[in-house]
């Protein structure tokens, strides 16, 4: 058993356990290996949250497929008309005619992921999906749903498996609800 204490104790309880996580990106892997069977997709990792889950979500996957990673971060909307993302990190290779699966940690507002499958629509993918591992659907600010999704979470700021807060918290190995007094001290 390892000691997680320091980060633990900023946890108000376990909202996904590792098991139930496995099982779940394990059913989602089956679920992509039908629909993509023969289509060689091309998986597109949004770091950094998404990383485990990305990591977990191939291995269960059965076909040929390829990977790439993408970095980006929303524009402030006061700084630039509403629709923009930011790119950090773009993709290495083109994904004109290529199945591209967008894999993401969590849908909020829906609008960094809204903004980047249009952006990515413009380089003529053969067709374009996103996965969720988490949903937060009470939040959502515009027309846009995971065409797979985990888990349906409710409105409460998660950390581990990728997902952090400050930075912190992404090597947790499950979901956790981060206490209140967290975010207010830092
Ligand atoms: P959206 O544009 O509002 O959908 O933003 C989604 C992004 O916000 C995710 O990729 C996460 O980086 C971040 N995010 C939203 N909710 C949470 C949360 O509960 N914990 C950690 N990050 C979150
Ligand atoms: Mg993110």
Redesign the pocket.
């Given at each position: 058993m390892l000691n997680r204490m320091g980060l633990e104790n900023d946890i108000k309880y376990v909202l996904l356990s590792e098991k139930q996580i496995a099982a779940r990106v394990k059913e989602m892997g089956e679920q992509l290996s039908r629909e993509y069977a023969g289509k060689n997709p091309l998986f597109v990792c949004?770091l950094r949250?998404?990383v485990h889950f990305f990591s977990d979500l191939t291995r269960c996957f059965t076909d040929y497929m390829e990977m790439d990673f993408m970095a980006i971060s929303?524009y402030d909307d006061k700084m630039v008309s509403h629709g923009m993302v930011k790119i950090k990190k773009d993709l290495d290779a083109p994904v004109e005619g290529r199945h591209v699966v967008v894999v993401?940690?969590?849908?909020?507002?829906?609008?960094?992921?809204?903004n980047l499958t249009r952006l990515l629509g413009t380089r003529n993918p053969a067709s374009i999906k996103i996965v969720c591992l988490?949903d937060?659907p009470s939040?959502r600010?515009c027309e846009i749903t995971p065409d797979y999704c985990g888990f349906a979470?409710p409105d409460?700021?998660?950390?581990g498996y990728g997902?952090?807060?400050a930075g912190a918290y992404r090597n947790l190995p499950y979901i956790g609800v981060?206490k209140e007094e967290v975010y207010k001290e830092k």
């Open positions: 949004i949250g998404a929303s993401e940690d969590i849908m909020d507002s829906g609008n960094t992921l809204n988490l937060k939040r600010e979470v409460e700021f998660v950390v997902l952090d807060y981060l």
